[in-house]
């Protein structure tokens, strides 16, 4: 996983831990049918975890084809990108007795700092 600072990937929402953010990526892979090997929840060689349950149509292995697939994925993203592409997340840092700041510019992790 990078981190925040590292990439230019689309921000559809933001989290206080990495544990909420994975707790909510496993129920979005529940909820849409996706593949927790694809989401980067199950390192395996071959398929994941949830399509020996039947629960993952087969992205993982070469059974569905990406197209299809990603039809899922433009669901989410459209359902849960940020309404204001262009934002300020503001939160206490209870450790440092600041105030931190991140800011999303068009749709994307820009910049964080502290007051």
Known sequence: MKKTSETNDICIKPFNS??????YLFGLVHDYTLCQKKSGLYQSAGACFLFGL???????????????????????????SLIY???????????LNKIAVVAVYNGYYFSYGSI
């Not at 990495?18 to 707790?23: D, G, N, R, V, W």
């Open 54 to 80: 039947n629960e993952c149509l087969g992205a993982c292995c070469g059974n569905e084809s990406p197209e299809n697939y990603n039809i899922r994925v433009d669901k989410i993203l459209r359902k849960y």
């Open 85 to 95: 592409k262009n934002i300020l997340i503001v939160f206490e840092d209870k450790l």
């Open 18 to 23: 990495k544990k909420s953010a994975t707790q």
